[in-house]
């Protein structure tokens, strides 16, 4: 990104890539799938089904990069990586690297990159992903986009164009990294569809060591403590979510919410303003400082619709904005609208829910 | 102890608007703000201060405006303060940006050796997380990022141990120094500054570094000509598709909630099949 | 260690700007306390502003001051349901090289002035609140703030704080503000291109235009509403006192919703879009609810003296204006090596009172009364305006005498001869 607290960027009109040679022998896309003690985050299979898309236009391989403690659960990973599009996977299991640490991962990672020299190179935009992103591209000395919500090839020169949101979403800049290699780019969760898996596809795993050992990494993890799992909403991937903001007027309000959640079988979340009320605990903040949520469906109840919130949910399938304020700026976006208390239609949406769902839901 | 922390003047992005008729961004009266962030970073390393007893350096690379920033720093209570300025960082994205902050520190430890350098989590119109990844590497410091809570600091064993944030938990991690941390927003909240400092921050002077002052000989490391990243399009988001449909006026709320229910069944029959949802 | 200034000044506004900065250009030691963040940063609407008490502190203002449009033509606009009477003053005139009137926006303004107080020497602290005035012997010293450590001395405090002063009241200087000398006003600003701006209202350039309102939009309540054309945007807005708002129970916004709504204004606003909201008092109880303006080692300035012209609309310059004679009267106190006593600071009075500040407000000094005895001015008379243009231009038929034996009849029917002879004579003898 250029200068922003001087002036908005201007653009530098589209480069002409006259590539190094040495840089132009990079070939291939590669895809970090991020796992923390076995779990995979399922940001990693969205990055996978965008990266198809970029390297099938490119005309060259999909890698998933799997780094891990064991074994077995890396060629898991791998395994899974193929039946979301991956061609080969490259895998360094060491104990070492059971937990994350950033001095191992970043070695791991650009040794693979430096040995096998991949023109894109993608991470998620978790907490995992960016602190690793952040030292790896510093590392290798080359461009990194941060939060790209579109990824696209430029058909003029094979070069990355990541787009992202800019000054809190009301603008999008699209960057290009020139003469450096690879292309990194990190992805917010959610912003990218899950492709479909497809069983039985199958691709080439490469195993590679990691050119450390305990003793050489300074920082040790003394301890993890788990979110509990009441506290660890399933938000980023609910397939129906009920929103409330400032508009519940009260804490004690949300009860609403969770009542009409409760019987969606839904995931409840929030505007800023409510989660630094501490009317919702921080997690379940949607938009631009929160998650980016999108869900089948999602009920907005007292939220304005200000862009930062927006960014965060509008690729939701179905949007329903409770507001009383018939000009909120929601309902330039939801796709059903209500002008009204959302206080008073918040239980009769409930009672209604409740009364027309089919047994075979309220049973499960 | 030395603790550098590195702040960037935002502009506020919440009072940021698209002008209605030109379509492009109107910075006009826009307040410039430290990133919300740096505050908690700032807090910290005031904090540690307190504990321990430290010297508190803020350091900002901008334009010469971004002085009220660090005046605002050392109302707060900061030691020194030095912004690093010069036509020649212009255009700097995050690469060319921790290399040039990474000079600059190397240049305060010069001074008096630094034991920690503090950031924000992020920058609310950057918003990359990158720069203090950034920095790390190239002083090669111990990193900690979505640092929570500083738990522990053994000054004379020299090490540090925190609590950061990963996606599914909190690690509760033991490293040495000297280290950077970038910091959580909710971990704490900024003092009020004292009158006396109020003062201070009127009246001292802010250093100004140019590229020499820093020690960076190698000018293709910054600005533009240091940054792999550029700029290509600027546009603003395609417009809304279309307003909401409108349901329910003049309905009482369960008149309301029937309605859209209606409506939800007819326009999307498969998702109301899928959870169930029936004609009553 | 304490700080000890020649004067402290409480407040950004006008009136603390003209202060802090005619007292340091004079080379005292002035410290400006302003609460909010920056000086002017809750200030985003538009105003009004008459060159001529700036050019006596700034004469070279014109230079680089953040102004919108000289206003080069006044209309005065009474409303009624669907229909408004109104009349219009246009002139080249206004055109000069130093126009008289000029529309801003009181944000870069305000940040402006600031800076020129700021380069004449003058210490200026934002985000800190003075919580009340430090007091010796029934002497004023210094003031306390709402920070740590937060005690300040100097030799003179002038309060410039505002509508509404605490501090005064806190210090017992004046009491409670009365519901009917204080009007609420609230405003928009609505944004549209130069180019819109300019056809709409007919101008050129950077030419104004302001349109003065009253009648059925008020409700009835004592008060008008206004529209100013700033470069890109018109300013629009609307005041009853408060006394009137308390009493009718409508809210302020439901105004300006309606006159947002009415066909007079829909066609200057249309496609606009609406960008600031504000909300803030105005002292209105002219001439009589002046408390006192000095003590001992303090002066009160501006909208905190009540320092408002409401008939005109006129408060930025009385504040600019007595800030600077408040200023003027350390300045010469000073000078002579004399201290800031209740005896020494009535110079201040003498001067208010030899400057078009009193001398303005005394002369519409009954106004207030007037106007809460006479409701129909905000009523009646709006509603008997504009059917008697309805009925005149309306071509039915009817002659026109009959047309004017109507027009007479219904103003009659409304109100007694007596009583429409009584008004205006009132009013005459108001703004005489
Ligand atoms: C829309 C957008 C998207 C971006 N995305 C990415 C991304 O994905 N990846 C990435 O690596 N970077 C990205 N950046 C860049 C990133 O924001 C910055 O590199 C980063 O925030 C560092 O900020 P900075 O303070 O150095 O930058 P700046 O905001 O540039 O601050 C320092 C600035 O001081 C300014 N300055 C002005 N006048 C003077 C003067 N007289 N003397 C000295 N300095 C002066 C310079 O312009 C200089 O850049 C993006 C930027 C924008 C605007
Ligand atoms: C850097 C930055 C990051 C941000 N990140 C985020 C983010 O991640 N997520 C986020 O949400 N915001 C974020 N914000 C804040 C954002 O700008 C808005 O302030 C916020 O989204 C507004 O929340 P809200 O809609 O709940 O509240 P408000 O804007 O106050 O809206 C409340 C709404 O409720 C309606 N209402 C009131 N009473 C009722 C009632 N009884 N029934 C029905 N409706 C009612 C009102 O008409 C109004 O439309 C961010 C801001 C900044 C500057
Ligand atoms: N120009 C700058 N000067 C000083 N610190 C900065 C600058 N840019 C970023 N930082 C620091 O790096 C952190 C992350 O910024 P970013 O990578 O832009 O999200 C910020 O919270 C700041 O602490």
Same mark, same amino acid.
């Given at each position: 990104?250029?200068?922003?607290?001087?002036?908005?960027?201007?653009?530098?009109?589209?480069?002409?890539?006259?590539?190094?040679?040495?840089?132009?022998?990079?070939?291939?896309?590669?895809?970090?799938?991020?796992?923390?003690?076995?779990?995979?985050?399922?940001?990693?299979?969205?990055?996978?089904?965008?990266?198809?898309?970029?390297?099938?236009?490119?005309?060259?391989?999909?890698?998933?990069?799997?780094?891990?403690?064991?074994?077995?659960?890396?060629?898991?990973?791998?395994?899974?990586?193929?039946?979301?599009?991956?061609?080969?996977?490259?895998?360094?299991?060491?104990?070492?690297?059971?937990?994350?640490?950033?001095?191992?991962?970043?070695?791991?990672?650009?040794?693979?990159?430096?040995?096998?020299?991949?023109?894109?190179?993608?991470?998620?935009?978790?907490?995992?992903?960016?602190?690793?992103?952040?030292?790896?591209?510093?590392?290798?000395?080359?461009?990194?986009?941060?939060?790209?919500?579109?990824?696209?090839?430029?058909?003029?020169?094979?070069?990355?164009?990541?787009?992202?949101?800019?000054?809190?979403?009301?603008?999008?800049?699209?960057?290009?990294?020139?003469?450096?290699?690879?292309?990194?780019?990190?992805?917010?969760?959610?912003?990218?569809?899950?492709?479909?898996? $497809?069983?039985?596809?199958?691709?080439?795993?490469? %195993? =590679? /060591?990691? !050119?450390?050992?305990?003793? @050489? &990494? +300074?920082?040790? $993890?003394?301890?993890?403590?788990?979110?509990?799992? %009441? =506290? /660890?909403? !399933?938000?980023?991937?609910? @397939? &129906? +979510?009920?929103?409330?903001?400032?508009?519940?007027?009260?804490?004690?309000?949300?009860?609403?919410?969770?009542?009409?959640?409760?019987?969606?079988?839904?995931?409840?979340?929030?505007?800023?303003?409510?989660?630094?009320?501490?009317?919702?605990?921080?997690?379940?903040?949607?938009?631009?400082?929160?998650?980016?949520?999108?869900?089948?469906?999602?009920?907005?109840?007292?939220?304005?619709?200000?862009?930062?919130?927006?960014?965060?949910?509008?690729?939701?399938?179905?949007?329903?904005?409770?507001?009383?304020?018939?000009?909120?700026?929601?309902?330039?976006?939801?796709?059903?609208?209500?002008?009204?208390?959302?206080?008073?239609?918040?239980?009769?949406?409930?009672?209604?829910?409740?009364?027309?769902?089919?047994?075979?839901?309220?049973?499960? | 102890?030395?603790?550098?922390?590195?702040?960037?003047?935002?502009?506020?992005?919440?009072?940021?608007?698209?002008?209605?008729?030109?379509?492009?961004?109107?910075?006009?009266?826009?307040?410039?703000?430290?990133?919300?962030?740096?505050?908690?970073?700032?807090?910290?390393?005031?904090?540690?201060?307190?504990?321990?007893?430290?010297?508190?350096?803020?350091?900002?690379?901008?334009?010469?405006?971004?002085?009220?920033?660090?005046?605002?720093?050392?109302?707060?209570?900061?030691?020194?303060?030095?912004?690093?300025?010069?036509?020649?960082?212009?255009?700097?994205?995050?690469?060319?940006?921790?290399?040039?902050?990474?000079?600059?520190?190397?240049?305060?430890?010069?001074?008096?050796?630094?034991?920690?350098?503090?950031?924000?989590?992020?920058?609310?119109?950057?918003?990359?997380?990158?720069?203090?990844?950034?920095?790390?590497?190239?002083?090669?410091?111990?990193?900690?990022?979505?640092?929570?809570?500083?738990?522990?600091?053994?000054?004379?064993?020299?090490?540090?141990?925190?609590?950061?944030?990963?996606?599914?938990?909190?690690?509760?991690?033991?490293?040495?120094?000297?280290?950077?941390?970038?910091?959580?927003?909710?971990?704490?909240?900024?003092?009020?500054?004292?009158?006396?400092?109020?003062?201070?921050?009127?009246?001292?002077?802010?250093?100004?570094?140019?590229?020499?002052?820093?020690?960076?000989?190698?000018?293709?490391?910054?600005?533009?000509?240091?940054?792999?990243?550029?700029?290509?399009?600027?546009?603003?988001?395609?417009?809304?598709?279309?307003?909401?449909?409108?349901?329910?006026?003049?309905?009482?709320?369960?008149?309301?909630?029937?309605?859209?229910?209606?409506?939800?069944?007819?326009?999307?029959?498969?998702?109301?099949?899928?959870?169930?949802?029936?004609?009553? | 260690?304490?700080?000890?200034?020649?004067?402290?000044?409480?407040?950004?506004?006008?009136?603390?700007?003209?202060?802090?900065?005619?007292?340091?250009?004079?080379?005292?030691?002035?410290?400006?306390?302003?609460?909010?963040?920056?000086?002017?940063?809750?200030?985003?609407?538009?105003?009004?502003?008459?060159?001529?008490?700036?050019?006596?502190?700034?004469?070279?203002?014109?230079?680089?001051?953040?102004?919108?449009?000289?206003?080069?033509?006044?209309?005065?606009?009474?409303?009624?349901?669907?229909?408004?009477?109104?009349?219009?003053?246009?002139?080249?005139?206004?055109?000069?090289?130093?126009?008289?009137?000029?529309?801003?926006?009181?944000?870069?303004?305000?940040?402006?002035?600031?800076?020129?107080?700021?380069?004449?020497?003058?210490?200026?602290?934002?985000?800190?609140?003075?919580?009340?005035?430090?007091?010796?012997?029934?002497?004023?010293?210094?003031?306390?703030?709402?920070?740590?450590?937060?005690?300040?001395?100097?030799?003179?405090?002038?309060?410039?704080?505002?509508?509404?002063?605490?501090?005064?009241?806190?210090?017992?200087?004046?009491?409670?503000?009365?519901?009917?000398?204080?009007?609420?006003?609230?405003?928009?600003?609505?944004?549209?291109?130069?180019?819109?701006?300019?056809?709409?209202?007919?101008?050129?350039?950077?030419?104004?235009?302001?349109?003065?309102?009253?009648?059925?939009?008020?409700?009835?309540?004592?008060?008008?509403?206004?529209?100013?054309?700033?470069?890109?945007?018109?300013?629009?807005?609307?005041?009853?006192?408060?006394?009137?708002?308390?009493?009718?129970?409508?809210?302020?916004?439901?105004?300006?919703?309606?006159?947002?709504?009415?066909?007079?204004?829909?066609?200057?606003?249309?496609?606009?879009?609406?960008?600031?909201?504000?909300?803030?008092?105005?002292?209105?109880?002219?001439?009589?609810?002046?408390?006192?303006?000095?003590?001992?080692?303090?002066?009160?300035?501006?909208?905190?003296?009540?320092?408002?012209?409401?008939?005109?609309?006129?408060?930025?310059?009385?504040?600019?204006?007595?800030?600077?004679?408040?200023?003027?009267?350390?300045?010469?106190?000073?000078?002579?090596?004399?201290?800031?006593?209740?005896?020494?600071?009535?110079?201040?009075?003498?001067?208010?009172?030899?400057?078009?500040?009193?001398?303005?407000?005394?002369?519409?000094?009954?106004?207030?009364?007037?106007?809460?005895?006479?409701?129909?001015?905000?009523?009646?008379?709006?509603?008997?305006?504009?059917?008697?243009?309805?009925?005149?231009?309306?071509?039915?038929?009817?002659?026109?005498?009959?047309?004017?034996?109507?027009?007479?009849?219904?103003?009659?029917?409304?109100?007694?001869?007596?009583?429409?002879?009584?008004?205006?004579?009132?009013?005459?003898?108001?703004?005489?």
């Amino acid at each position: 990104m250029t200068d922003n607290s001087a002036a908005a960027p201007k653009p530098k009109g589209k480069k002409r890539l006259e590539l190094d040679p040495k840089l132009a022998a990079y070939r291939g896309v590669w895809v970090f799938v991020e796992m923390e003690r076995g779990q995979v985050h399922p940001v990693s299979w969205e990055l996978l089904g965008e990266g198809r898309k970029l390297a099938d236009v490119l005309e060259v391989e999909l890698a998933a990069l799997i780094l891990g403690g064991d074994v077995g659960e890396c060629d898991a990973a791998a395994d899974q990586a193929f039946g979301y599009g991956a061609n080969l996977a490259y895998t360094v299991a060491d104990p070492v690297l059971a937990d994350y640490r950033n001095q191992p991962y970043t070695r791991a990672l650009t040794d693979l990159v430096n040995r096998y020299q991949p023109e894109i190179l993608l991470l998620g935009a978790t907490t995992l992903g960016r602190d690793l992103a952040g030292s790896v591209a510093t590392t290798l000395l080359t461009g990194l986009t941060a939060d790209c919500t579109e990824l696209a090839i430029d058909p003029d020169n094979r070069g990355l164009l990541a787009t992202r949101p800019t000054f809190g979403g009301s603008l999008l800049c699209t960057i290009q990294t020139l003469n450096y290699r690879p292309q990194m780019a990190t992805v917010r969760p959610r912003v990218m569809a899950v492709p479909e898996a $497809v069983s039985g596809r199958t691709g080439q795993i490469i %195993q =590679e /060591k990691l !050119q450390m050992v305990e003793e @050489d &990494i +300074i920082a040790k $993890v003394l301890e993890y403590i788990p979110d509990q799992n %009441q =506290e /660890k909403a !399933q938000l980023a991937y609910a @397939d &129906i +979510i009920v929103a409330g903001g400032r508009g519940m007027g009260r804490a004690e309000n949300f009860q609403l919410l969770w009542g009409l959640a409760r019987v969606l079988g839904a995931e409840v979340g929030g505007s800023r303003p409510v989660t630094h009320a501490g009317w919702l605990p921080a997690e379940r903040q949607i938009g631009q400082s929160g998650k980016t949520v999108r869900p089948k469906l999602y009920i907005a109840a007292g939220i304005s619709g200000a862009i930062q919130h927006r960014v965060g949910m509008e690729s939701s399938d179905i949007i329903i904005a409770i507001n009383n304020d018939p000009n909120a700026p929601i309902f330039d976006f939801a796709t059903y609208g209500i002008v009204g208390d959302a206080l008073q239609i918040l239980p009769a949406l409930t009672d209604a829910m409740r009364s027309r769902l089919s047994v075979s839901r309220r049973a499960g | 102890m030395h603790i550098v922390v590195c702040i960037k003047q935002v502009p506020d992005s919440a009072q940021i608007r698209v002008h209605p008729v030109t379509n492009t961004i109107m910075r006009q009266g826009v307040p410039a703000i430290i990133n919300p962030f740096d505050l908690a970073a700032i807090e910290e390393a005031l904090q540690l201060k307190d504990r321990y007893g430290a010297r508190v350096t803020v350091l900002t690379m901008g334009p010469p405006q971004a002085e009220a920033a660090l005046r605002k720093a050392i109302a707060y209570g900061a030691d020194d303060v030095v912004l690093l300025t010069d036509r020649a960082f212009a255009g700097a994205d995050t690469l060319a940006t921790s290399f040039a902050l990474a000079q600059a520190i190397r240049k305060l430890g010069e001074e008096e050796a630094v034991d920690l350098v503090m950031t924000g989590k992020q920058t609310i119109d950057g918003d990359t997380a990158q720069v203090g990844p950034g920095i790390a590497k190239r002083l090669d410091l111990q990193l900690l990022t979505y640092v929570s809570e500083i738990t522990d600091l053994d000054l004379s064993a020299g090490k540090i141990t925190v609590q950061r944030r990963s996606e599914g938990g909190v690690q509760v991690i033991k490293t040495r120094l000297p280290a950077l941390i970038t910091m959580l927003e909710s971990s704490n909240t900024i003092r009020f500054a004292s009158m006396p400092n109020m003062f201070r921050a009127e009246r001292q002077v802010v250093p100004q570094w140019n590229r020499d002052r820093a020690g960076i000989e190698d000018a293709s490391k910054i600005g533009l000509k240091g940054s792999p990243t550029v700029v290509s399009k600027i546009f603003t988001p395609r417009p809304s598709s279309q307003r909401a449909k409108m349901v329910g006026a003049d309905l009482d709320a369960t008149g309301v909630a029937n309605a859209v229910l209606d409506v939800l069944s007819s326009d999307h029959p498969r998702f109301a099949r899928e959870i169930g949802l029936v004609t009553p | 260690m304490t700080e000890k200034f020649d004067a402290i000044v409480v407040g950004a506004g006008p009136a603390g700007n003209a202060a802090a900065y005619t007292l340091a250009s004079a080379g005292l030691d002035v410290l400006q306390l302003e609460r909010g963040e920056t000086p002017g940063t809750k200030n985003v609407q538009g105003a009004i502003l008459y060159s001529d008490a700036l050019e006596r502190i700034i004469p070279d203002f014109r230079n680089d001051a953040p102004l919108e449009r000289h206003v080069i033509e006044q209309r005065m606009w009474v409303l009624d349901e669907d229909s408004f009477i109104g009349t219009s003053y246009r002139s080249d005139a206004f055109n000069s090289e130093s126009p008289n009137r000029y529309t801003i926006l009181r944000a870069p303004f305000d940040k402006w002035f600031s800076e020129k107080v700021r380069a004449a020497g003058a210490l200026v602290i934002c985000e800190t609140t003075v919580t009340e005035l430090l007091q010796e012997n029934g002497r004023v010293v210094g003031v306390r703030t709402d920070r740590e450590d937060g005690d300040i001395y100097a030799d003179v405090v002038i309060l410039a704080d505002g509508v509404n002063s605490l501090l005064a009241k806190k210090a017992g200087f004046h009491g409670e503000l009365d519901p009917k000398n204080v009007a609420l006003a609230v405003k928009e600003i609505h944004f549209l291109s130069e180019e819109i701006i300019q056809s709409r209202f007919n101008i050129k350039g950077n030419e104004g235009v302001v349109i003065e309102i009253a009648g059925a939009v008020t409700h009835g309540m004592v008060g008008t509403a206004f529209l100013y054309t700033n470069r890109e945007s018109i300013t629009l807005g609307i005041g009853c006192l408060l006394s009137d708002f308390k009493k009718s129970g409508v809210a302020p916004y439901t105004l300006l919703e309606e006159l947002k709504n009415h066909p007079a204004i829909i066609p200057l606003i249309e496609g606009g879009e609406m960008k600031e909201y504000a909300a803030h008092l105005i002292p209105e109880g002219g001439y009589k609810a002046v408390p006192r303006l000095y003590g001992e080692g303090w002066m009160i300035a501006g909208d905190s003296a009540g320092l408002v012209n409401a008939v005109h609309r006129e408060g930025s310059n009385l504040a600019m204006t007595s800030g600077r004679l408040a200023a003027e009267t350390v300045i010469s106190l000073k000078g002579k090596g004399l201290p800031c006593t209740q005896a020494n600071l009535g110079i201040y009075k003498a001067a208010l009172d030899g400057s078009f500040v009193m001398k303005d407000l005394k002369k519409y000094r009954q106004l207030p009364e007037i106007l809460h005895g006479n409701p129909h001015f905000f009523s009646v008379y709006p509603q008997l305006l504009n059917r008697a243009a309805h009925t005149m231009l309306t071509v039915d038929g009817e002659d026109k005498h009959s047309k004017e034996k109507t027009v007479r009849n219904s103003f009659v029917e409304h109100r007694s001869l007596f009583g429409l002879v009584g008004d205006a004579f009132r009013m005459w003898r108001a703004t005489r």
